[in-house]
């Protein structure tokens, strides 16, 4: 299979709801939950990707371009962007589907990087060596 396959094939998506217990005090989604699940997202695609071990290093400036509010659904979608030796970057965007409308948008977009870990948990490649 091909890295451009397996990228293909790692694609993750996953839907919410945003009930009032996930929003801060203007009823919009809370930062630090869309951040958390932005980071498990990443870490199912890039698990997803390399069937490996991997540990989150760092995350890249994440955008909140709209509010989310209460009362919507939520599509969060990881892609794998970048596939170095030990590390890889994935891209998540938080999508946003109002429940009785057609309209779609997105609202939160940000990356991930992971580092493969062996047991030891030392950096270990991401793809197997041939």
Do not use: C, W
């Amino acid at each position: 299979m091909t890295i451009d396959e397996r990228i293909e094939n790692s694609v993750t998506r996953v839907f919410k709801t945003v009930f009032p217990n996930t929003t801060n005090h203007y009823d919009t989604l809370f930062g630090g939950t869309a951040m958390a699940l932005m980071d498990e997202v990443a870490f199912m695609t890039a698990t997803r990707f390399s069937r490996k071990r991997l540990v989150t290093v760092s995350s890249d400036k994440i955008n909140f371009t709209v509010p989310i509010p209460a009362g919507t659904i939520i599509e969060l979608v990881g892609r794998v962007m970048h596939v170095g030796r030990t590390s890889m970057k994935v891209k998540v965007e938080i999508f946003v589907e109002q429940m009785y409308e057609e309209e779609r948008y997105r609202a939160i977009h940000g990356e991930f990087t992971f580092v493969a870990v062996d047991e030891n948990k030392k950096p270990t490649p991401i793809l197997s060596e041939h």
